[in-house]
């Protein structure tokens, strides 16, 4: 990551620049406006995103979860992870994601994976992390193999099914790199009757969209922003968004 640029100081334009490689910024990086709106660099899937769409994170390989692990010393970057049985690891496919260990000694630390090895399924993973071990691991402990969240954009498909990363401010061709907005005030797709200073949430039943905390449905529990102006439904609203 030296060399390469975290947090970037935005103007007016800068958040509609997309490209198909991420050269100038890691994933996750932050882009801040002077008028405070906010935004992560990440990465659309395999298909392209419209523009003023909630997006979330493709969901986790839940093969990658509960795995077994070696028992590496204090100071050591290096873990030898066990795959799970069904979904094989691509090199540096949880690259800047993150290793949790979930178990046993060495318990409650979260560790930034530097690097992966490619592994089949049951096969041996070597993940360097950025961090040294802290405690040293147990024989039982397992760990969560956890990509980072901008890395496979994907339009939120109402209910939300994964964590909630942004809004787009413009289309994002498939597999594109870009920016998505977390703060301030933006154009999203709105679904149902808004209310002005009324807190929205992620549509349960409209993909990409936000809808009023009046609305019952199962899903709809995220909270996205609060309404700055008021537009009909399937229109485009100004929101000002409050995302993390």
């Given amino acids: 990551m030296a060399g390469l640029m975290p947090i970037v100081a935005g103007g007016p334009g800068d958040q509609f620049n997309v490209t198909d490689d991420n050269r100038n910024h890691p994933l996750g990086s932050v882009m801040l406006f002077a008028d ?10 395999a298909t392209e995103i419209a523009s003023g769409q909630l997006c979330q994170q493709t969901l ?8 077994a692990v070696d028992t590496p010393a204090v100071g050591t970057n290096v873990f030898v992870v066990t795959n ?3 979904t094989a690891i691509t090199v540096d496919d949880h690259k800047d994601g993150y290793l949790n260990v979930e178990d046993d000694t060495g318990e409650a630390y979260l560790y930034t994976i530097r690097s992966n090895s490619a592994a089949a399924t049951n096969g041996a993973c070597t993940v360097t992390t950025y961090e040294p071990v802290q405690v040293a691991l147990g024989a039982a402990a397992t760990v969560l193999l956890y990509k980072i969240p901008m890395a496979e954009v994907i339009l939120h498909p109402a209910p939300a099914t994964a964590l909630l990363v942004g809004v787009t401010c413009r ?3 498939a597999s594109d790199f ?17 209310v002005i200073n009324e807190r929205v949430i992620d549509s349960a039943t409209a993909d990409g969209a936000v809808a009023p905390t009046a609305s019952t449905a199962a899903g709809e529990e995220n909270y996205v922003g609060v309404t700055m102006e008021v537009a009909a439904t399937t229109e485009y609203g100004l929101i000002f968004l409050q995302m993390a």
């Fill in 84 to 86: 799970g049985a069904t």
């Fill in 60 to 67: 986790n390989v839940a093969d990658h979860d509960e795995l």
């Fill in 36 to 45: 405070g709106r906010r935004y992560k660099y990440g990465r659309a899937a």
């Fill in 171 to 173: 289309i994002v061709t």
């Fill in 178 to 194: 870009g920016w998505f907005q977390t703060w301030g005030p933006a154009s999203v797709l709105i679904e149902g009757t808004t």
